[in-house]
T-cell receptor
């Protein structure tokens, strides 16, 4: 069983729409959850982190965590062409500080 | 804003040679990491380093690999006797504490010929 799973996409949304990305994880004891954005050929860039159940908003981004369902999501509101990238879900497994990454969801925002 | 810096940006090496990848973590961070990403694949954890010792390593991080913090600022990854399959992007990351957000450098693209 993969530790962190994401829909690979591609996810295509029109400019101004909401992009919704999903991620599930296998380790029920995981405590820390992160979303990174990765442009092609570039390094992962941290955009959101969440530790507690519920929603966390930062500008146009909202992270949602449901530990009971082992599910974390990212919403991008008012999507812009510059949001076109691969979004990586990353999780700290229990008793562990390494990041386990999903394979990423590629998002394309159509102008 | 402080950032993690990595050198070189691109390294080309013959198979069997040794390479050293260099990183300067963010100055007040205590945890340091190396990850790699083979082209088209996901980011994979290699090793974490805290308090001048390895705190965890993956199955990938075998005897071919070593890490060192030779002074108060640099953090290095050495790969001895490189193989073709070592070709990848290698990312250094650092975090203030365990479980806290990790910030990544721009990476070193390692090409083994």
């Amino acid at each position: 069983q993969k530790e962190v799973e994401q829909n690979s996409g591609p996810l295509s949304v029109p400019e101004g729409a909401i992009a919704s990305l999903n991620c599930t994880y296998s380790d029920r004891g995981s405590q820390s959850f992160f979303w990174y954005r990765q442009y092609s050929g570039k390094s992962p860039e941290l955009i959101m982190f969440i530790y507690s159940n519920g929603d966390k908003e930062d500008g146009r981004f909202t992270a949602q965590l449901n530990k009971a369902s082992q599910y974390v999501s990212l919403l991008i509101r008012d999507s812009q062409p510059s949001d076109s990238a691969t979004y990586l879900c990353a999780v700290n497994p229990s008793n562990d500080y390494k990041l386990s990454f999903g394979a990423g969801t590629t998002v394309t925002v159509r102008a | 804003e402080p950032e993690v810096t990595q050198t070189p940006s691109h390294q080309v090496t013959q198979m069997g040679q040794e390479v050293i990848l260099r990183c300067v973590p963010i100055s007040n961070h205590l945890y340091f990491y190396w990850y790699r990403q083979i082209l088209g694949q996901k980011v994979e954890f290699l090793v974490s380093f805290y308090n001048n010792e390895i705190s965890e390593k993956s199955e990938i991080f075998d005897d071919q690999f070593s890490v060192e913090r030779p002074d108060g600022s640099n953090f290095t990854l050495k790969i001895r006797s490189t193989k073709l399959e070592d070709s990848a992007m290698y990312f250094c990351a650092s975090s203030p504490g365990g479980g806290q957000p990790q910030h990544f450098g721009d990476g070193t693209r390692l090409s083994i010929l």
